[in-house]
């Protein structure tokens, strides 16, 4: 299981309002094989967790989703790529692209002869790139389009005052080097940036500790489950189980 790790920007203090309430806003990314997500909830009313649900799309058909797509089509040099559900359904757009952090050996071998990972793998060979870079530019957009999002419904005020504390997925059997690549992919995406209020602070979790907490908040109100009952979550994603 992946350990917690705090971003070196990361030591600042943290803000708080009039109040003396701590105002952070935490926002957590679980950044998927397949799709990816979003949620946040101020430090002040943790329990009030709010997940996007409206993606950027050419379509109408997505503002009731939970993920998008974990795509990405690069178009014009000048232009920033298409992501999520505006990237196009075709050869090229890049999927799959998260498993590439990992070495080969380290891939699992049911994973290892799948064609969408194959065909990713063949993609950045030809665009002479490394999954880092990729990973960072979605990250970068779905990151852009969070804060919007976030800021229409905190209102800008709360966000400039707010100091930001990210949580980041990571599957729990991946080695620590694969860690580091995917910190600076976030870090590479702008995602820990200087801001006026406060430095930027990153947590990673294991996707299957986060998917257990979620699990015990939506069934916290079953009068079959109690303190010290205890219980298995399968956590089933795109790529890794």
Not at 40 to 59: H, L
Not at 73 to 80: I, L, N, P, R
Not at 197 to 223: G, H, N, Q, W
Request: glycine share 8%; charged share 25%; net charge negative.
């Amino acid at each position: 299981m992946p350990r917690s790790t705090r971003a070196k920007r990361g030591a600042g203090k943290g803000t708080r309002n009039l109040h003396g309430e701590d105002s952070s806003i935490i926002i957590g990314i679980d950044f998927g094989t397949t799709f990816s997500g979003v949620a946040w909830a101020r430090s002040s009313r943790p329990d009030q967790i709010n997940i996007i649900t409206s993606w950027k799309s050419n379509f109408n058909f997505n503002n009731d989703k939970e993920k998008a797509p974990t795509a990405i089509c690069y178009t014009d040099q000048d232009e920033a790529p298409l992501w999520g559900y505006a990237a196009p359904i075709g050869e090229s757009t890049l999927q799959w692209f998260k498993l590439c952090l990992l070495d080969e050996e380290d891939i699992p071998q049911f994973l290892r002869g799948s064609t969408h990972l194959q065909t990713a793998k063949a993609s950045l060979v030809k665009m002479g790139t490394h999954a880092v870079d990729v990973i960072s530019d979605y990250l970068r957009e779905l990151w852009k389009y969070s804060l919007s999002f976030i800021e229409r419904a905190e209102g800008a005020s709360m966000m400039e005052l707010s100091a930001f504390r990210v949580v980041v997925t990571l599957p729990a059997i991946w080695p620590a080097y694969a860690q580091f690549r995917m910190k600076e992919a976030i870090e590479k995406a702008g995602i820990l940036d200087p801001r006026n209020v406060s430095d930027t602070t990153l947590e990673f979790i294991s996707e299957p500790e986060a998917a257990a907490l979620a699990t015990l908040k939506d069934m916290s109100d079953r009068p079959d489950m109690g303190v010290g009952d205890h219980f298995v979550v399968c956590d089933a994603g795109g790529g890794t189980v």
